[in-house]
Structure formats: C-alpha cells, structure tokens
C-alpha cells in the first residue's frame, strides 16, 4: 500500500510538535472552519463533530492525503469549557478549576483520500489540577498560555505545574492522543511506522 501525506488540518502549535516529536512530520493546513456553527451539549459528540468538520474542510485541497482533523474542550460540573475568550474568563475558570477536576476530551478525525474512508473517535483523559492561590493563578494567565489553549492550560507548558495528575492518555491532553491515532491508523490498514521520517 502506497503511504499517502499526512496532513494537519489544525493551527496547533502543540499538535504539530506532538507528531514531529514522534516522527510523523506533518503538512500543516489549518481550518478555517467557523467552530460556532456546531453546538452540541455532549463533549465527546462535540469534539468529535468538530474533528470531522475541520478535517473536511481541509479534504478538498488534496488528491491523495491522510487528513487528521482535532479538536479539544474541557468539560467541568457538566459545562464545556473550550479556549476563554479573554484573561477575565481565563482567571475566573482557574478559580473553579484550581482543587478540582475535569475531563478532557479530543476528538479524532482522519479521512483517507484513496480509500475514501473516515473514521472518526474521541478520548477522554481526566485532569485533576493544583490548588492555586490569586496570585498563582493571576501570573499564570499573564503569561498568555491560558488563552491559547482548551480547557485554559497547557500541560506541555507553564500549565504543567498546576496539574496534580491525569487517568489516561497524557497526549490527548496536549491535543493528540497518539495510542489512538495509532489504533485509527492500524484500522485504515497502516503501521504508525511507516509514517516516520
């Protein structure tokens, strides 16, 4: 079977680094998918949805190509948390976030353009996070990371030191759960290492 590219249909910084990190070095096309056109109150249907829809946004642009679309949110005491829109949002959800704990949830989309095949999952991994003090929590949303990410934390960033721990995929919380993708891939027909450069 011949290996197709594999391509990003995320800005993610994190994700990029994540699959580089691995080996897979992927073609990075973001989506310009309008997030607010889907609203569903059930993460993983959510996540899962957006995945989809970033991913085929991306589809058309390519002939022969793996497309993996992603996409993230926090759910805490049954809201959905995705990036806070300001640093006011961000300061006031690490004060419902800090002692306590919340699932994140990645949804996982890859199309495969030659076997015109997609197959979408999410994972879930649950966050458990520090208690913080006001000023903890204040430089921490100064350092602008908060705002950049779903859930308002980075675990592969400054973020890292107000995790206690996790239950589960440590990669789905950067944004990418790896052991999935590599079971998602193995089900299109691929090994994981045939994407290694």
């Known amino acids: 079977m011949k290996i197709p ?3 990003l249909a995320s800005a993610s910084p994190a994700r990029r680094r ?18 607010s056109q889907i609203q569903l109150s ?3 249907e959510l996540v899962k949805t957006l995945a989809q829809c970033k991913a085929e946004t991306v589809a058309p642009q390519f002939e022969s190509a793996l497309i993996m679309g992603c996409d993230s ?9 995705g990036k806070p829109a300001d640093t006011s949002e961000a300061i006031a959800r690490w004060q419902i976030m800090q002692g306590n704990f919340g699932d994140l949830y990645t949804g996982h989309a890859l ?8 197959i979408v999952k999410s994972q879930v991994t649950r966050v458990y996070f520090a208690q913080m003090s006001d000023r903890a929590i ?3 949303v100064a350092t602008g990371e908060p705002l950049k990410c779903a859930g308002a934390f980075a675990i592969e960033g400054f973020g890292s030191f107000f995790v206690e721990k996790i239950e589960g ?17 193995a089900e299109l027909g691929y090994d994981v290492t045939d994407f290694w450069q």
């Open 5 to 7: 590219p594999f391509v």
């Open 18 to 35: 994540l699959l580089e990190t691995v080996g897979i070095e992927p073609i990075v096309r973001a989506s310009d998918f309008d997030e």
């Open 42 to 44: 059930e993460p993983a």
């Open 73 to 81: 949110v926090l759910s805490m005491n049954g809201e959905i948390h």
């Open 111 to 118: 199309i495969d353009l030659e076997q015109n095949r997609t």
């Open 138 to 140: 204040l430089a921490y």
């Open 169 to 185: 995929c440590h990669s789905n919380v950067i944004g990418l759960s790896l052991p999935l993708l590599r079971h998602i891939l």
